[in-house]
């Protein structure tokens, strides 16, 4: 069976230093692949190549067995990416941001109300994003996701300025979008508790 999401001989260096060498992966509808490794390690940086943002010194990444240097369109339009850094607009209201997010990819037929109750973030939908908490901002970018079709999530420390319920709260949203056929690459320090397979990579 052709892997949804795949990786054949990658090798990535940073200035003079070999973050990974020969790494190769599949990843199916309903599993998770754990990005594993100390700060510095390689893991945002093996992201960033899997969205086409980071040029590999040899090897290739394939969206339904098609590389995706040849499809880039289409595959970012079957990713959302979940960043240290939120990528949302400081000025901008948390409606005005997401409505802004929705004309770039395709989005789902989930009524927003539910997932901004959901995220505990109703009250905030006129304040511009940067009156906001760091954690506040953090579960703007988790509606963002939760808001898109796209059957590929991208998620990097997504427990980043959460709190306890914030980090069960991903855990669950994450468990929910395997369970619905869905894909998610995560690099995270702590512990991931998900009813799924889970391909691990160690860098």
């Not at 020969?22 to 692949?33: D, P, V």
């Not at 090897?59 to 240290?84: I, K, M, T, Y």
């Not at 949203?173 to 056929?181: I, K, R, V």
């Amino acid at each position: 069976m052709t892997a949804k999401l795949s990786a054949n001989d990658l090798t990535l260096i940073r200035g003079e230093s070999c973050l990974f060498q020969g790494l190769s992966f599949a990843l199916n509808a309903g599993e998770l692949l754990l990005l594993e490794g100390q700060n510095g390690s390689g893991k945002t940086s093996l992201m960033r190549a899997i969205a086409g943002m980071l040029s590999l010194e040899s090897g290739e990444v394939l969206w339904n067995d098609v590389p995706v240097s040849q499809q880039r369109q289409e595959f970012h339009g079957s990713l959302v990416w979940l960043a240290h850094r939120t990528g949302l607009k400081g000025d901008l209201t948390l409606v005005e941001n997401l409505r802004f997010e929705g004309a770039l990819r395709p989005q789902s037929d989930v009524d927003p109300s539910e997932v901004f109750k959901r995220l505990g973030i109703s009250k905030l939908k006129s304040l511009p994003l940067r009156s906001m908490s760091a954690g506040q901002q953090r579960r703007v970018a988790l509606a963002r996701m939760l808001l898109s079709d796209a059957p590929l999530w991208l998620v990097d420390e997504p427990f980043t300025n959460l709190d306890q319920e914030g980090r069960e709260l991903v855990m669950r949203l994450t468990d929910e979008h395997l369970a619905a056929g869905g894909m998610c690459v995560m690099a995270a320090h702590q512990d991931v508790d998900i009813n799924a397979t889970v391909t691990r990579v160690s860098l």
